[in-house]
Each structure stands twice: as C-alpha cells, then as structure tokens.
C-alpha cells in the first residue's frame, strides 16, 4: 500500500487490492481487514480535518434555520388547527365554554344599574367596569336556561360569583357567572355534536371534561358509581361566539 500524500489525494486501496478488492495487498496477512491498517486509518482523519469549503458553514447555517422556521410553523399550524382553547363557567347547572380569545377580563360582581324604558329580560343595565359603562346582559335568559331550584353541584366547597367581560369586532358585553372554572384545552375532534333536543341553539357542540383531582375528596363521598361518574366528568357545551355576538347586536342595540 502506498502512503497517503495529500488529503485530497487519497489512494482508496482498500477498494483494488484489500478487503473490497482482489484482497491481493500483503498487509492483510498482518492486520486481517483494512479498517485495522494504518492507512485506511490515516485516510479516515485525512477526510474528517479536511479543509471546509468557504461557502460550506455558510449553506449549512441557512438549511438548519430554513428547517428549523419550517418545523416550527408546522407544528404552531397543526396546534392551531386541532387545539381549542376556552374558558369554561357554569350558568344554573349548565357548563358551558367560549372561545379564550374573546375573553378580556373576569370581575367581581358589581352593582347593575337599570336602564330606564331599555332594560329587560336580557338586557340587565349598565355596570361599571374599571371605571368604564359596560352593557350588562342576562346570559340564562338569552339561552332559556332554566333555573336550579335544588342545590347544584360545584367545583369547589366555597363558590364565588363573576363577572365577564367579552370582547369581539369592538362590541363589549358584561354577564354573570354561577361558577367559573378557567382555561382549558382540547382536540378539535374530541368536540361532538349536540343532540337534537337540546334547547340552546347556540350551541356549536358538546365535549367530556374532568375537573381534576381538587373533586377527588367529593368524588370518594359519592356511595354509587354513577355518582362517582358524574362528579368526576362533565358535559360541556360550547358555544357559537359568532352567532352570540350577532344577536346580542340585534336585540339589543
């Protein structure tokens, strides 16, 4: 075998007369396969401290950035279009959802002021938010929730009511809440359809949502499985924003 002169002249005798040749090279009598010679091992290093080309670190740079942006925006367009976000309250013994965006801030409840010859089933009054006049409205009249006349079954042993602000396309709207529970993801497919009975039209489908385990103390109260399933797994409808916003501009303003 004859030396190696240069990196860039590299005598692949390995593949003529070594182990992927003829095997006719007299070292293979001493060191059995090529990747033992000192030659093949000299190539080797030879190839790996090779000089870089100038433009070399350059086109790697762009080819893991470029992959990198495009893998990033891939996986924020499939989290966008499979995950939903919303906030979940309860209205009587009805759990409902909107979208989280068109939340833009929960309040203590505050005192409604009646708005004389306009104020009515679902138009409240006006209710001071920060210092601003909001219109406030009646959500369990606009969606003929019936009321609990019985205990409800809560998240939590102590309940404190809320205030909602909503805001979309600049229209703001105030209501009250029974209950709220908070933000919460979900697939997009995990959302079923309502069933035809159900009375609230503004309702763009139905998913299942466990609390958690602040209900686990409740939950092992309960005597019989059915109590158990209930207090652990909720039916939450979730509402059409669009059509809500919508009507609200129609009967109201």
Request: charged residues 20%.
């Amino acid at each position: 075998m004859n030396p190696i002169a240069t990196p860039l002249n590299i005598e692949r005798c390995w593949n003529f007369i070594g182990i992927e040749g003829d095997r006719s090279c007299p070292q293979l009598a001493t060191y059995t396969h090529c990747r033992n010679c000192p030659v093949y091992s000299t190539a080797g290093r030879h190839l790996l401290e090779r000089p870089i080309p100038g433009d070399y670190r350059h086109q790697w740079t762009e080819l893991l950035a470029k992959s990198r942006t495009d893998e990033n925006s891939q996986i924020s367009h499939a989290l966008r279009t499979t995950q939903m976000t919303v906030v979940i309250f309860r209205l009587q013994r009805e759990w409902l959802a909107l979208s989280a965006q068109i939340f833009k801030e929960i309040s203590p409840p505050s005192v409604v002021h009646t708005i004389p010859h306009r104020s009515n089933q679902i138009l409240r009054g006006l209710v001071s938010i920060r210092g601003e006049l909001r219109l406030c409205i009646s959500l369990s009249d606009l969606l003929n929730l019936e009321a609990a006349d019985t205990a409800v079954q809560t998240l939590n042993p102590v309940v404190y009511s809320r205030m909602v602000v909503l805001e979309k396309a600049g229209n703001t709207w105030v209501f009250g809440v029974d209950e709220l529970y908070g933000v919460h993801r979900f697939q997009r497919d995990e959302l079923q359809d309502p069933p035809k009975s159900l009375t609230q039209t503004y309702t763009k489908g139905l998913f299942h949502w466990q609390p958690g385990v602040s209900q686990m103390e409740r939950f092992l109260s309960c005597r019989t499985l059915r109590e158990r399933t209930a207090t652990l797994t909720h039916s939450v409808s979730y509402l059409d924003d669009e059509l809500l916003f919508t009507t609200l501009a129609r009967k109201v303003l």
